[in-house]
């Protein structure tokens, strides 16, 4: 279990000079977490510490990479989704020196190996999108929790909801920061990230027209609104499916259909599952489908499709175009699955744009360096799932704001005063 500093698995190594390019160009893009790493790399707080990451391997995430390291902290990297990585980046991370553990297209028993390979260095802080790194932990090195893991980040929806579940049963062993629940994550990089990214996936599969396509979108939350609102600008008929009545209610006043997937199976070209839940297309939606319908994900996992109905009723399968494969169905109508069912954005395109992420990973940052404060400082956050400090949303948000060259309007001591004064009325 010795650790090695310079040890990592990747694709090729010949592809980090243009991996290094990349993440230059995301570097360019994302002021805010330039401005962390300018400021921490002088302090290096996190000198001393190790930080387990599981989270995608894209230019963006070696921006953040790097920051860890220039702040002081020792880094070891895998991917959080089989088909997430990029070979390039992660190919600079490596010859940069840094401990990674990532390439496209690993299947599942490669994907844990690498989370193993990331635990041999013995972190004190975990940082996942998914949970996954977190559950490795908790299943198969317990100890590592009273040992040397200090505290966690999460990144996703899916792995808040799975560890806000851990912390209720007790079960939790160390506490976690919801990056995911930030303001400034999830009303952004839910939001306009994956609405963007999700098309610039499809489109990349498919280079279709997407006006005057039905276009159906499971899960009205934060990502579902952005892919419908991105969507609906390209021209397409969006139809939303949900199981929460006020999200399907905000849907109709935003102007679009909303249906049970039952309905909305026969009639939809593209389809975009975005909640989190498993099995929310299975078999009978299949075989209601038009021939030639397009289906695709973007939820964390690869279970909102079901994959299995699928393939029982196929006949037969081929790639058509890459991220792109040709379902011909017992009844000789054909399906399109783009990525596998896996998350579309980050299979089949690059993921999130810079500029979004720049806000993200920017709350990924500030909240590890607030458990290694209190660490240095004796204390610690207790085992359970915790918000990040209102003020952090407000600073990041300024700041943005400011490399945007915008300035807003400041409340005037008496308008503080008027806020809260409950002695006058009308
Ligand atoms: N593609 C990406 O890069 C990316 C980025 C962020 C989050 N995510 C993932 O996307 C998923 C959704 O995240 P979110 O932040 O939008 O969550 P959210 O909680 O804001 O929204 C999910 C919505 O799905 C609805 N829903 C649940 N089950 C459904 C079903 N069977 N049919 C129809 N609707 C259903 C819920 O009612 C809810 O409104 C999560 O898995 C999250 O981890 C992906």
Not at 325 to 337: A, D, Q, S, W
Request: charged residues 25%; hydrophobic residues 40%.
């Amino acid at each position: 279990m010795d650790h090695k500093p310079d040890k990592y698995k990747v694709a090729d190594l010949k592809l980090a000079a243009e991996g290094a390019r990349l993440v230059e160009w995301a570097e360019s893009r994302m002021p805010v977490l330039m401005a962390l790493r300018k400021k921490y790399s002088k302090i290096k707080p996190f000198k001393g510490y190790r930080i387990a990451g599981c989270l995608h391997v894209t230019k963006e995430t070696a921006v953040l990479v790097k920051t860890f390291v220039e702040a002081g902290a020792e880094v070891s990297w895998s991917g959080c989704n089989p088909l997430s990585t990029n070979d390039a980046v992660a190919s600079a991370l490596a010859k940069e020196g840094i401990s990674i553990f990532a390439w496209h297209g690993m299947s599942v028993k490669e994907f844990y190996w690498c989370i193993e390979e990331t635990l041999r260095f013995k972190p004190n802080l975990t940082l996942d999108d998914g949970a996954d790194l977190i559950f490795t932990i908790h299943n198969r090195h317990p100890e590592f929790a009273q040992q040397f893991v200090i505290g966690g980040t999460e990144e996703t929806t899916t792995g808040v909801h799975r560890l806000r579940a851990m912390a209720a049963d007790g079960a939790l062993k160390y506490p976690v920061i919801a990056v995911n629940d930030a303001e400034t994550k999830w009303d952004f990089d839910n939001v306009y990230g994956t609405g963007q990214s999700t098309l610039d996936g499809i489109l990349r599969a498919t280079s279709v027209l997407f006006a005057g396509k039905n276009l159906v979108v499971a899960g009205f939350g934060h990502c579902g609104r952005g892919v419908a609102m991105r969507a609906k600008g390209l021209g397409a008929n969006v139809i939303i499916t949900e199981v929460k009545p006020t999200a399907a209610l905000k849907a109709t006043l935003e102007g679009y259909r909303v249906m049970p997937m039952d309905e909305a199976a026969r009639v939809g070209d593209i389809f975009v599952t975005a909640t989190g839940v498993k099995d929310v297309i299975v078999k009978r939606h299949f075989e209601l489908m038009k021939d030639g319908a397009i289906v695709s994900n973007t939820g964390h996992y690869d279970c909102e499709v079901n994959l299995v109905d699928l393939g029982k009723l196929a006949k037969s399968k081929r790639e058509i175009r890459p991220n792109n494969e040709e379902y011909t169905l017992k009844n000789g109508r054909k399906v399109f699955l783009l990525a596998q069912g896996r998350l579309v954005n980050l299979a089949a395109a690059e993921g999130h744009p810079s500029e979004v992420m720049d806000m993200s990973f920017a709350n990924q940052f500030l909240s590890q360096l607030r458990i290694v404060s209190l660490h240095r400082s004796g204390k610690r956050l207790e085992n359970a799932v915790h918000d990040i400090p209102a003020e952090q949303d407000q600073e990041i948000a300024l700041v943005k704001l400011g490399t945007q060259g915008l300035a807003i309007d400041r409340l005037t001591a008496e308008q503080k005063k008027y806020i809260d004064d409950y002695s006058s009325g009308t």
